[in-house]
């Protein structure tokens, strides 16, 4: 995936999202995570 230097948006803060965080991080992406509760791996 050729994310590097690109800007993502992850909706919400359970498992599944700290899965696709840190995917699209080790890609290079720029990670944003919007959430009103965040995982205790993501805190």
Do not use: F, H, Y
């Not at 800007?7 to 965080?21: F, T, W």
């Amino acid at each position: 995936m050729n994310i590097r230097d690109r800007d993502c948006l992850v909706v919400g803060g359970g498992s599944v999202a700290v899965r696709k965080a840190a995917m699209l991080q080790s890609c290079g992406g720029r990670v944003v995570i919007v959430s009103p509760t965040l995982d205790d791996e993501m805190a």
